[in-house]
């Protein structure tokens, strides 16, 4: 892999302890699957229009922001979580404009998060379509004021022509979470790959291409390669672009005849589209 200098994003530090790449240098490629390290607000931005048939993203909850007004109690880079609208609002315009007539755009949240997105929904003109909560079957960590949570929610929007042709899923999803660290990878926040395998396929034709502005480990990318759909994603923390390109080699193995080559992208990523733009 290619390394860039390390520096903070111009557009908005990422959370603390972590550093992220100005822009992408070159994505790691593979049959059916391209990671770019780099900013994801940077990366996005060059992006073809219309090109997608999913945008899938598992956007930082910015936990350690806190909106408490208590001034002794605010931690991380990101002061305060009302502040955080702004960021959603950019990148989920751009997801927008990539996505296909028939497209959606897939958005986590917990609840904290979920005021932020859907300003930054409003300001980018997106619609919403369903928010349906995630159960975990895991019950997480409280504070004695808290409920113990177990849930998480997924917003779908959906372009124009969009339709779900599952006309029986509801929306409720189940599938178990793997507490941090214990899933394949070390990622804190890896989500399930059944539950992403199941988004995929409601929200995409045989074929299709996936988008993940926020890949982590990449399970979004591992659901959709097992589907036969291709992928890109961006991945701001080296370590986890390492992480993901292991689990995405891991994936393609079985399917390189499937994608042909690595070359099988080039046609929804020209490559005119996309320029370092630190070079
Ligand atoms: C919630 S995690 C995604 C987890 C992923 N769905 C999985 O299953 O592994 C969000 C990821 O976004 C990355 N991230 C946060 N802000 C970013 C940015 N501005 N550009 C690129 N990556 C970013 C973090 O490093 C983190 O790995």
């Known amino acids: 892999m290619d390394t860039c200098p390390p520096i903070v994003s111009a557009s908005l530090e990422p959370p603390a302890g972590q550093v992220f790449h100005a822009a992408p240098c070159s994505p790691l490629v593979g049959p059916g699957w391209e990671l770019w390290p ?3 607000l940077d990366v996005i931005r060059k992006m073809e229009s219309s090109a997608f048939d999913a945008v899938i993203a598992d956007p930082p909850y910015m936990i350690g922001a806190t909106s408490i007004g208590d001034e002794k109690h605010k931690s991380g880079s990101y002061y305060d979580l009302m502040n955080t609208w702004p960021f959603y609002a950019l990148w989920m315009g751009e997801a927008w404009r990539m996505l296909k007539p028939t ?9 904290r998060t979920f005021p932020m997105i859907f300003r930054a929904i409003a300001e980018a003109g997106i619609p919403a379509h369903s928010l349906a909560p995630w159960d975990k079957e895991w019950i997480g960590p409280a504070t004695e004021k808290q409920l113990r949570p177990t849930y998480e929610l997924i917003l779908f929007s959906g372009k124009p022509q969009a339709r ?9 999803f189940r599938c178990k979470w793997m507490a941090a660290h214990s899933g394949d990878s070390g990622h804190p926040a890896q989500k399930p790959v059944p539950l992403l395998r199941e988004i995929v396929e409601l929200v995409t034709p045989s074929g299709g291409k996936v988008f993940d502005p926020f890949s982590g480990s990449s399970t979004t990318g591992i659901a959709a390669l097992q589907l036969g759909r291709s992928f890109v ?5 080296p370590i986890w672009v390492e992480d993901s390109a292991k689990r995405l080699r891991e994936a393609a193995e ?3 005849d499937l994608f042909h ?12 589209q996309i320029q370092p733009s630190n070079t």
């Open 103 to 111: 497209g959606y755009l897939v958005t986590f949240m917990n609840w």
């Open 261 to 272: 080559s690595a070359n099988a992208l080039d046609q929804a990523q020209p490559p005119d």
């Open 233 to 237: 994603g961006v991945e701001g923390n």
């Open 164 to 172: 779900i042709e599952n006309r029986s899923k509801s929306d409720i």
């Open 254 to 256: 079985p399917l390189a």
């Open 38 to 40: 780099g900013d994801s």
